[in-house]
């Protein structure tokens, strides 16, 4: 069994590290998609299952069928989706957490998962500004009353699901006992993530009362008029339960005045949440911290690993401002878990809508103990001026052009002036599978969308892309 097991690792993890050489020399097609049907064929999956005996020589022909079919995450050319190119180290981590199975809801399930999503929550914490959480088993001074806390969670979409159950019952601490009042609103930024809309829908909110603020000709939030839609929603008898802003937005990576947004909410007695899902890498570099200024004046943040910090998915977190909100945001509790125990660490079980949660600060941790923090800021730096650039570039055509300059390593453009054509031309790339990149609409048009998040990926890259979008667009 364990002559196998070794066997069997050795091989995968050859071929995956060929598989990375292979990704970067730029000879496979960055993505392919053949039929589901011709895949569950090519696979043999309907065999294995009935047989079995996946290792050996049958699980070297199936991974390498699995690695021919996958999206190129490693190629240069990916730049579609805002999901990590995994550095090794952090899918080294994945490994173990699988192997190990430790999970982190409860501390006896995973006492180093546990201490280490510890530890990650307060590097976290400490970046934004807020006071980390005291240490079980460690001294610690005066004035415990104001910490703040988190947890990790699978993903931004949950995360943010979590922040508003947690605003929730900051607002209404009743509302597990009699149900919620029908007279709840969310303020949304215009161009915010669609899981704020579905979390509206689950609260039973329902999506209408998922509101979007006034916002400029870009998209961003106007901070200034939040208090007079606040004043027609007291008018119409409505209770805002929270307010959010991006860090950044989806489509186009544009990060919300959080300063003035969190003073309005200070003044209104309002829970403040800032989705950076995307965008908390402004949060540790110097210098894009201005983008985030005021980020410390939110409630609750929530910050992806797994986008920018070059984390395995999934793996995000909310962190809370002020750690008791979070901790009662759920009050159904089950008997099983939550006892008086007399223990080490602590129990994440109640701050999550999960139960069983993998070792989701291991791969964090790892990744970024591997990579070293500047060389972390160095990457997600070089990133966005990499997307700056490109806008540059795409100025210089007289046949391309971008709607706004990048904040992020996100950039909007597009040739010609016809929605259906951005599409079109999308189309043929992927097909032709050189190239790999996304569309968006934006201001109410169509544009092609390049998300720079392989570390490989250089200027003369974009410009080869250029090239060909012209020469498709010139047969279309
Ligand atoms: C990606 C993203 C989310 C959702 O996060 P997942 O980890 O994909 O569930 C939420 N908000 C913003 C701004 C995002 O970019």
């Known amino acids: 069994m364990s002559n196998n097991f070794k066997a069997d690792a050795n091989m995968v993890l050859l071929s995956l590290a060929q598989y990375i050489d292979d990704c970067q020399l730029k000879t496979l097609p960055v993505i392919k998609q053949p039929p589901m049907s ?49 550095h090794p180290t952090g899918a080294l981590a994945s490994f173990i957490d699988g192997t190990t199975n430790n999970e982190t809801s409860v501390y006896e399930m995973g006492p180093a998962a546990s201490a280490i999503e510890y530890f990650m929550i307060n590097w976290m914490l400490k970046k934004i500004g807020w006071t980390a959480s005291p240490v079980p088993g460690e001294k610690t001074g005066e004035g415990l009353a104001d910490y703040s806390g988190g947890v990790f969670t699978h993903g931004g979409s949950l995360a943010n699901l979590t922040a508003m159950i947690t605003a929730r019952s900051a607002k209404f601490p009743d509302i597990w006992k009699d149900g919620q009042p029908s007279n709840m609103v969310i303020l949304v930024p215009e161009q915010s993530h669609y899981s704020l ?23 961003r939030v106007i901070a200034e008029e939040i208090p007079i839609l606040i004043k027609k929603l007291h008018a119409k008898n409505k209770e ?45 570099c110097e210098d894009y911290r201005y983008l985030v200024k005021g980020i410390e004046k939110a409630d609750s943040i929530i910050w992806d690993a797994h986008k920018m910090f070059r984390t395995p998915a999934l793996c995000a977190a909310i962190l809370v401002k002020d750690y008791r909100y979070l901790d009662t945001a759920f009050t159904q509790e089950a ?80 040739i010609g002036d016809n929605d259906e054509k951005q599409l079109e031309i999308r189309k043929r790339l992927l097909e032709q599978g050189n190239f790999y990149i996304t569309s968006t609409k934006y201001k109410d048009v169509r544009w092609l969308r390049c998300v720079f998040i392989n570390p490989d990926t250089r200027i003369g890259d974009f410009k080869s892309l250029i090239e060909e979008i012209r020469k498709i667009s010139k047969v279309l």
């Open 335 to 414: 008997s099983y878990l939550f006892h008086d125990k007399d223990q080490n660490g602590v129990d994440f079980a109640r701050r999550t809508v999960e139960c069983t949660k993998s070792s989701l600060g291991l791969k964090m941790f790892m990744t970024i103990a591997a990579m070293g923090e500047e060389n972390l800021k160095d990457y997600i730096g070089s990133r966005t001026e990499l997307a700056r650039d490109a806008a540059r570039y795409i100025d210089e055509q007289n046949d391309f052009e971008c709607p706004v300059m990048p904040e992020t390593n996100i950039l909007c453009f597009r």
């Open 38 to 86: 011709e895949l569950i064929h090519a696979l043999d999956l309907e065999n294995l299952i009935d047989g079995g005996g996946l290792h050996g020589k049958r699980l070297e022909s199936f991974i390498k069928n699995y690695l021919d079919a996958t999206t190129k995450l490693h190629h240069k050319n990916f730049l579609a989706h805002q999901i990590s190119v995994p």
């Open 197 to 219: 809309k579905r979390t509206s829908g689950i609260l039973g909110l329902g999506e209408k009362n998922c509101i979007p603020m006034p916002s400029d000709k870009d998209g």
């Open 240 to 284: 805002v339960m929270a307010i959010v802003g991006n860090a950044c937005g989806t489509a186009a990576g544009l990060y919300d005045p959080l300063d003035k947004i969190g003073n309005i909410c200070n003044e209104h007695d309002v829970w403040f949440h800032v989705d950076a899902a995307h965008g908390a890498g402004a949060i540790i």
